[in-house]
């Protein structure tokens, strides 16, 4: 089952429909970090240098207020497009009409087009109310953007797992559907991962919450052959088992019970810390190393500690398939940073010897990317939700829609 991807497409002097990942953060209509347009250059490079006719848009932020027409504008990342790629935008400040349906048509071979936020279409100003047309899909949006082009590329990750008129709206109407090149890295790393994983293939756990995170735990507990959890997470999993975690952050009963379930079921595929280092208060001062079994009450886990960096380096010796989500520790603090560092350490050592790592989730993913391990592992995902569920084994509509080879 192999998506279609760009470089499957015939696209020249055809007008392609490319619905890229232009969400990038602003400040006062100031882009702060372009990477987001950087990644998508690939997918509309190949278009334009292969004689298509690019028609290029995105969503920016969320639109459910007048106010929030005028800060989530397009435009400023249009100009950034024009500088990156080296030839003109034309920018049509409209989601819809004639202008838009005229620029559609003028455009000659090798020449780029954006329109505005997919998003004003969530918004109908002479009514002054949400109506979410681009993000629950309404029909007739989706037939009308369809109708600008010929041929459809996704290239959005992010949105993947939401039905938008801007993906599967779209892909409903033309004749064909690709991937872009930045999907088919999500779909080759993280499906590969879900679908086939080479063995030994290990999980790594983290981040705030297990209830954040049932449907993740429960589908790699399923595939995986060892999860290895840290992050906040771990407290709920070691209360489960009996230890007095202190003031940790730690979830309700219900939760710990869900735990308890979850260990029960696993067969010995959860791998616990033996060790955190703790801080009595919530603050980036040095904390120190604590076993599990001797925490005080006033104890507050916010790393994981040594002892647990070894044994997870043990247990991921020879993995050939690493997925991890959710930060060790309280990265953001820098006396608590040093079991996210180390895990991404031990990843990078596994993909130099050869083994398929992949990071996803929102905060992991951020986590990995300012430590700088982009480039020392196999894959970051630019999803958060959408990796999420993208790992629980869901379909997702925005790849669904996708035709096979
Ligand atoms: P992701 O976005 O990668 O899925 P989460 O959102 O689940 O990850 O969790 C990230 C957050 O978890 C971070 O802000 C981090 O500070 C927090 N965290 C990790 N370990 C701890 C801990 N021991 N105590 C409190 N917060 C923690
Ligand atoms: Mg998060």
Redesign the pocket.
Known sequence: MAKKIVSDLNVKGKKVLIRVDFNVPMKNGVITDDTRVRAALPTIEYVINNGGKAIVFSHLGRVKTAEDIAKNDIAPVAKRLEELIKKPVKFVNATRGKELEDAANQLKEGEILMFQNTRYEDFDVNANKEVKKESKNDAELGAYWASLGDVFVNDAFGTAHRAAASNVGIAANVKETAAGYLLEKEIKFIGGAVDNPVRPYVAIL????VS??IGVIEALLNKADKVLV??????TFLKAEGYNVGS??CEEQEFVDLAKNLLAKANGKIVLPVD?IVNTA?EDIPGVAKDVDKFDQAD????IGPKTLKLFEKELAGAKTVVW?????????KN?AQGTIGVCDLLAKLTKEGASTII????????AEQLGYASKVSHISTG?GAS?EYLEGKELPGIACVDEK
Do not use: I, Q, T
Not at 230 to 235: E, I, N, Y
Not at 300 to 303: I, P, R
């Open positions: 983290g981040g705030s919450k954040d995170k840290g992050g906040a997470m771990m407290f940790s952050r955190a919530f507050m886990g916010l790393d989500n959710g930060p060790m520790g309280v990265f953001e603090m608590y996803g989730g929102g905060d992991s993913a951020a986590a958060g999420l």
